[in-house]
């Protein structure tokens, strides 16, 4: 974790990465670019650069080493100039792999779309003709097929085509057979559009992405498969000249003169993987969860960016202390702020509840405590964040990892999706308890099924070895409780426990936690959007909006007078039994902007 000042408020600071920004974010992807960019360069001023004619020989200075006068990479048996040569045949070695990829593309596409959007019959014959294209060894089929039309360069570009449009139909086909039946398309269809017309307009927009990324992996590949026609004498034919037959004509001469095959052979390898570099930069640029940096690979713990680090506090202040947290998520240069300046504690046996309409801030809020945002892009930029005086954000990463599940536990909102669904509850369990602490796996396993006893689970037992997907909604969140507990923590934080339950399973969760907290002593800060629930259960209540802390105080306090309007405005949210449309007479003047001013 780093203590490094923040960039200054003055400073331009721009949105997303560009789709530049981006490609030259990924190192490789940039020297694949410049490097790519300058082998075109020079092949396309190949007319007019100052070079001899590359057919010329001149059997008097053959096989003249590289740095010869006139002859700056040498010449070969016949005594051409190699470099005259190289630049030209890379030239042809480009067009030739373009132009077979571009073939390959506009069939397997044309076909992986036709198969992918027509589906049935017609989808099964097409691909039973690429399953048998693909049954073929690819190298073989393309020697057959120049073996039947005759050696020559443009025999070759076909052959190496028709080898590839396999890959193109499938991949297309894939991508087509996901989003053929998507409310876009449905929609069109019901419009009265054609079938053509959807195909080409809503389909093929949302696949060219695909095509493109496809295109760019595999101009390279074509350009190695076509140089090994041309090393076997397959494809260019004399006088012209391409990098695989430079290579095929040198060999000869590998021992002797080992420049003549090495110079094309270099080549080759510049050329194919500047391309490869430079594709893998292109599908970032193309992905938006890449621009994003949604696929950025999270860090153990989120970033710590404060410009001042706290100081810490004294020992007999209350069990947790949040003070002044501001949490954001990086946006290229730019940090989004989500949490802001939000202030609260938790003493001992005390239930805080924070409340706020969804996208208020709350499991942002709670995700900080403990540097469980996920970052990238999530950062904490200011505040603190104490735990009996320690400010928890100051120590190491290692130490903040064992206070979670430790000293303080989470229960998630969603338990299918937390829980692991190739492992049993009672395994799951375990693991919380031995991560902690030094235990056999028999004795770590029966203290498991103890406290799926302690949180009301029948047959703890033989549920201790059931899957998560095997048991009901409440059963999985009270699994999620027995993990929170199997520690003792001081501190437990419930990210809407009740959430996607019916109302008797809400009920006995929230039951379950007010038992817990009163026979433990733990504190416990729930996080919800039902003021119902805070009434139940909470001695005290914090209201968020946009990130903020707008109103806070005893739970009574707050629901009998509230303060801010968006707090009435919550409260008024809470129906009431036998007041029927009179409710909304009520609450009406609430949101209508007249009894809306803080």
Request: charge should be neutral; proline fraction near 6%.
């Amino acid at each position: 974790m780093s203590e490094t000042a923040l960039p200054s408020a003055a400073a331009p600071q721009s949105g997303r990465l560009s789709s530049w920004q981006l490609l030259m974010a990924n190192r490789l992807a940039a020297v694949g670019l410049f490097a790519l960019s300058a082998i075109l360069l020079i092949a396309i001023l190949a007319p007019i650069l100052p070079l001899p004619d590359p057919d010329i020989t001149d059997q008097p200075n053959r096989l003249l080493p590289p740095l010869s006068p006139g002859h700056l990479l040498g010449t070969d048996h016949l005594g051409r100039d190699i470099l005259s040569r190289l630049i030209w045949g890379t030239q042809v070695s480009i067009l030739v792999g373009i132009s077979a990829t571009a073939i390959a593309a506009l069939i397997g596409s044309l076909i992986g779309l036709s198969a992918g959007y027509v589906g049935g019959k017609a989808d099964n014959i097409m691909m039973r003709l690429i399953d048998m294209l693909m049954a073929f060894p690819y190298i073989l089929l393309a020697l057959a097929i120049v073996a039947v039309l005759g050696p020559g360069l443009l025999n070759a570009l076909y052959a190496i085509a028709v080898v590839n449009i396999p890959f193109f139909a499938r991949n297309i086909r894939g991508v087509t057979l996901s989003i053929r039946h998507s409310e876009f398309v449905d929609a069109a269809r019901l419009s009265g559009k054609g079938h053509l017309a959807i195909l080409f307009t809503e389909v093929l927009p949302n696949v060219l992405p695909v095509i493109v990324i496809t295109m760019s992996t595999t101009v390279g590949w074509m350009i190695l498969e076509t140089a090994g026609l041309s090393f076997l004498g397959l494809g260019a034919q004399p006088p012209t000249s391409d990098l695989g037959s430079m290579l095929g004509q040198g060999r000869a001469q590998l021992f002797t003169a080992p420049h003549v095959s090495m110079v094309p052979g270099i080549m080759i390898f510049l050329l194919v993987m500047s391309i490869n570099l430079l594709g893998d930069g292109i599908r970032d640029v193309l992905d938006p969860r890449l621009r994003s940096g949604a696929l950025n690979r999270p860090m153990a713990v989120t970033t710590i960016d404060r410009a001042v680090k706290p100081e810490p506090r004294k020992a007999n202040a209350a069990l947790l202390e949040v003070a002044n947290l501001e949490t954001g998520f990086r946006s290229g240069n730019r940090v989004n702020a989500a949490v802001k300046g939000v202030s609260f504690s938790l003493n001992k046996g005390e239930c805080l509840g924070l409340i706020g309409e969804s996208g208020s801030g709350k499991s942002v809020t709670a995700l900080s405590l403990l540097g469980l945002v996920a970052s990238p892009p999530g950062v904490i930029s200011n505040g603190a964040v104490y735990l009996d005086g320690e400010d928890v954000l100051s120590q190491p990463d290692s130490q903040i990892v064992a206070q979670r599940g430790g000293r303080v536990s989470y229960v998630f909102q969603d338990p299918l999706t937390t829980l692991h669904p190739l492992f049993s509850v009672g395994d799951q369990i375990a693991e919380a308890i031995t991560a902690h602490q030094r235990m056999d796996g028999k004795t770590a396993r029966a203290q498991a099924v103890e406290l799926m006893e302690t949180v009301g689970i029948r047959d703890a037992q033989q549920r201790a070895s059931a899957y998560p997907h095997e048991l009901s909604g409440g059963q999985r969140q009270r699994i999620g409780i027995a993990m929170a507990l199997a520690n003792d923590p001081d501190v437990i934080i419930a990210d809407e426990p009740t959430t996607a339950l019916d109302v008797t399973v809400q009920a006995r969760i929230l039951e379950l936690l007010q038992k817990l907290r009163r026979e433990r002593g733990l504190a416990l800060l729930l996080i919800t959007h039902d003021f119902g629930v805070v009434a139940q259960i909470c001695d005290r209540v914090a209201v968020m909006k946009d990130g903020e802390i707008v109103e806070q105080g005893e739970t009574s306090d707050v629901l009998r007078a509230p303060q801010h309007a968006y707090t009435k405005r919550l409260i008024a949210c809470v129906p009431e039994l036998g007041v029927g449309r009179a409710f909304l007479d009520k609450v009406r003047p609430l949101f209508s902007g007249k009894g809306a001013e803080a």
